[in-house]
């Protein structure tokens, strides 16, 4: 049988986590090239680190909601759990009774309303 050691793990994990950091840096440019065009991978790289650690603190924890995570961070600032502007994201993150994903799915929901704008009524 295959027996893999703690320290085995820690080091596949931090590669996994690495190559992951990239595939974002990389996901961004794309996504938000007027916004990154200014921006070295590195610093692109940084931010995406600090952005996963505090998505981790709000109980983010797929690769899924982490990139949705990170896209709201590039359109609305790092701040947008704080900003008046964007209180109701800071609201619905701090939320105990969601997981990462019904969260990030919460605020999907809510962009989509707030792009559509005023329901019609006919």
């Not at 680190?49 to 990139?67: L, N």
């Amino acid at each position: 049988m295959l027996s893999i050691r703690k320290e085995q793990m820690e080091v596949l994990s931090g590669y996994m986590r690495e190559q992951f950091e990239w595939r974002m840096v990389k996901h961004l440019r794309e996504k938000f090239p007027d916004r990154t065009k200014d921006l070295a991978d590195d610093k692109i790289r940084v931010v995406v680190q600090s952005s996963m650690k505090k998505a981790e603190g709000y109980g983010i924890e797929y690769e899924d909601d982490i990139r949705r995570f990170l896209e709201y961070l590039v359109i609305y600032g790092t701040r947008l759990d704080v900003r008046e502007e964007t209180q109701w994201i800071g609201d619905i993150l701090r939320r105990n009774d969601l997981t990462g994903t019904a969260k990030m799915n919460l605020i999907d929901s809510r962009e989509l309303e707030a792009l559509r704008g005023p329901k019609w009524v006919g």
